[in-house]
């Protein structure tokens, strides 16, 4: 009987120690999750290719399913993290503030629409009086379409009085295992180095979600934004009609935003979707649903506040102007 009292009294604080030395960034995704009641944890490279990436519950209060390995689903074999109350694995560009594929958003309202630009243009993403973000778009014509195949292959975001600039680079094959993000910050290039590598920098926190290609970024009472980079793949490129070649493997982000003090007057092709009195124009109903007036979000460059619906304001009202740095 003394026994087993022991063991009831050590057994919680076992799993925590476990947990600890498991992950140790758990304690911080967990104030960071997508859900209250999920914990998503990065997995390293598959031993066979192609298998889809493996995720599992790390909360220890639901015993359930506590520690079980599952799959990725096949819609986001790549991109997925673990509910812990459902126990099964959840497509991240699921998610209210997804930015994923050619490009599909999911709106802070939930309604799924796509926005497909246009290859090399920069468009306004999110745009609120201290928050600007704009989106590179590269791509490829597809000459039985009107329209090009686009993905977004950069983020520009400003914030405060500060330029914070995250993408892919371009490779022809894809090796998981290599780095494949970069980053500039005020215009300095951070080198990311290590699987715990974190940079901190007032209210600028940048950490790793995966031993590669995969970051979070936080700004304290402003947004946090999860970022994968991912290639197209050659079945992808099949079942879409994407025709990508050896010579460019399209590497983008699959982005995840999430924001904490947006005013009402917010505006982007994501933005205004955060509006509380936001009404959507989007036929849902459609095969595609897809946003149009491009016009309106178009913007001169990555750093660039002079999209028509911009409504950023530099703190000290000097223009920004763009790093001229392409990847």
């Not at 950069?154 to 993408?167: A, N, P, T, Y």
């Not at 913007?299 to 304001?313: E, K, M």
Request: proline share 7%.
């Amino acid at each position: 009987m003394k026994m087993m009292s022991s063991l009831q009294l050590w057994l919680p604080l076992l799993l925590i120690i476990s947990l600890t030395f498991e992950s140790p960034v758990a304690g911080q995704q967990h104030s960071m999750d997508m859900s209250a009641h999920s914990n998503w944890e990065p997995t390293p490279k598959p031993l066979i290719p192609g298998l889809p990436k493996r995720v599992r519950c790390l909360l220890p209060f639901f015993p359930p399913c506590f520690n079980l390995w599952h799959s990725c689903p096949v819609d986001c074999s790549n991109n997925c993290f673990m509910d812990c109350v459902s126990c099964k694995p959840v497509c991240s560009c699921n998610m209210p503030g997804a930015v994923c594929q050619d490009p599909r958003f999911v709106g802070g309202d939930g309604v799924t629409f796509y926005f497909h630009g246009r290859k090399d243009q920069d468009f306004c993403l999110v745009s609120d009086t201290n928050l600007h973000i704009n989106g590179h778009f590269i791509g490829k014509r597809n000459p039985k379409l009107t329209r090009d195949f686009t993905w977004v292959q950069s983020i520009g975001i400003l914030f405060d009085d500060h330029k914070l600039l995250v993408g892919a680079k371009r490779t022809s094959t894809w090796d998981d295992s290599e780095e494949h993000v970069f980053i500039f910050f005020d215009n300095t290039p951070l080198s990311i180095e290590g699987k715990n590598w974190i940079y901190r920098n007032s209210s600028l926190q940048i950490s790793r979600t995966s031993p590669t290609n995969g970051i979070a970024i936080e700004v304290e009472n402003s947004f946090r934004i999860t970022a994968t980079v991912v290639p197209i793949s050659a079945e992808e490129s099949r079942v879409h009609g994407y025709n990508i070649t050896d010579d460019d493997c399209f590497a983008h982000l699959d982005l995840g935003f999430r924001f904490f003090n947006l005013g009402d007057e917010v505006d982007g092709v994501l933005g205004q979707t955060y509006r509380r009195n936001y009404e959507s124009k989007i036929k849902v109903s459609a095969n595609m649903p897809v946003m149009g007036d491009k016009p309106k979000y178009l913007t001169s460059d990555i750093f660039a506040t002079d999209c028509p619906v911009s409504r950023f304001v530099s703190r000290n009202a000097i223009p920004v102007l763009d790093s001229g740095e392409r990847f």
